[in-house]
């Protein structure tokens, strides 16, 4: 038999304080998790993507060709910098409006075993008469401390009512 608990509010079981437009400041950095990019990895995005280049799959293919190991995806590397892998979308749970844009560079490539330390860093804010867009630099460095992905992202964020 169960006993009902009035005390408990589910709606004030939250991760993060909600924040809108105003609250962030240029220069705010989420720490992504780091990850160390295994045959998993690998599997699991060429069954999404669908891409199934040898460069990616076959060991002697991307030895032959002087890569130490299986290439990442690009795009893997990038799904690296999920900003739900962080805080800010929890911050933003009732303030986010859209997801607008996503850019990213690929500098290095990224083989399997290597360790990536993704990040986000707000470096614009620019406020609207009842939004503001939020534009991150997005990270990714290899256990190497070299520079693998270089790109942004940008939010538009409620200001508060």
Known sequence: ???????FDPSAH??????WFEDFAVGERYILPSRTVTSAHFAAFQMLSGDNHPIHY????????????????????????????????HEVSDSLVAF???SARFLNGVVE???????LEIVELRPGRATGVIVM??????DKRELVLDGAHTYLVKKRA
Do not use: I
């Open 58 to 89: 076959d060991e002697p293919f991307c030895r032959a060709r002087g890569f130490g190991g299986l290439l990442a995806h690009g795009l893997q590397t990038l799904c690296f910098t999920a900003a739900g892998a962080g805080a800010f979308p």
């Open 113 to 119: 075993g290597d360790t990536l330390y993704p990040a």
């Open 1 to 7: 038999m169960s006993k009902t608990d009035q005390s």
């Open 14 to 19: 939250v991760c993060a304080k909600q924040r």
């Open 100 to 102: 607008l844009e996503l």
């Open 137 to 142: 630099r997005a990270t990714v460095h290899n």
